[in-house]
């Protein structure tokens, strides 16, 4: 059974930052997955934040993140992290973690999905 478990998130003032982490246990060793970060504001539609491969560390960002978002992982450990710097009022959102065997990060290829954690930046 694939287990996908975020933590680190909450509630901080504007400029402020946090660390998400996923916990990944149960992925089918018969396919390499890319770890990643998916995200989705009230009244919105979920959408692709950032991701990283799971054998050359080769990251993906949305544009409008770089810079202030950083995504690593830790193989050893099956866990992938999400940095958040000068968090915004508008980064308000659940952030899922996410698991994909191929690179497109759309919503409709994701292979697997964590439940999700909440991230409120205060203004």
């Known amino acids: 059974q694939v287990q996908l478990v975020e933590s680190g998130g909450g509630l901080v003032q504007a400029g402020g930052s946090l660390r998400l982490s996923c916990a990944a246990s149960?992925?089918?060793?018969?396919?390499?997955?890319?770890l990643g970060w998916f995200r989705q504001a009230p009244g919105k539609e979920r959408e692709f934040v950032a991701a990283i491969m799971e054998s050359s560390d080769r990251t993906h960002y949305q544009d409008a993140l770089k810079g202030r978002f950083t995504v690593s992982r830790d193989n050893a450990k099956n866990t992938v992290y999400l940095q958040m710097n000068r968090l915004k009022p508008e980064d308000t959102g659940v952030y899922y973690c996410v698991a994909e065997s191929g690179s497109s990060w759309h919503v409709a290829d994701i292979d697997y999905w964590g439940q999700g954690t909440q991230v409120t930046v205060s203004s």
């Open positions: 149960g992925l089918p060793p018969r396919k390499r997955y890319a």
